[in-house]
Nanobody, 124 residues
């Protein structure tokens, strides 16, 4: 069965950095666009970043543009989210997700497979 597993979350002070990792199994990873989403307490899950199958295209939410970088390694079935200059408003559970679409569609309902999430807490 398909499994996505995130790691790399933690607690960091504002201005700090974290890199999240997501390992995929049970699917042809190179056939899937991958996305990162996040959900803060009391808020809806929101799109953070996405990357196409070959990494030829990436997109970012305006709130993280210039601070976060998504990249992937198809050889080891992994996608990453490098997060720099973290802010308290970045505090959330971060999820990776997989979608067979050739384009990056930044909506929750588009993605068929999800990980369990990893907590990121940014203190001021």
């Amino acid at each position: 069965q398909v499994e996505l597993k995130e790691s790399g979350g933690g607690q960091v002070q504002a201005g700090g950095s974290l890199t999240l990792s997501c390992t995929a199994s049970g699917l042809m990873f190179s056939f899937y666009s991958m996305g990162w989403f996040r959900q803060a307490p009391g808020k809806e899950r929101e799109f953070v970043s996405g990357i196409t199958q070959s990494a030829s295209s990436t997109i970012y939410a305006d709130s993280v543009k210039g601070r976060f970088t998504i990249f992937r390694n198809n050889a080891n079935n992994m996608v990453y989210l490098q997060m720099n200059n973290l802010k308290p408003e970045d505090t959330a559970v971060y999820y990776c997700a997989a979608d067979r679409n050739l384009r990056i569609i930044p909506t929750v309902v588009q993605y068929a497979y999800w990980g369990q999430g990893t907590q990121v807490t940014v203190s001021s």
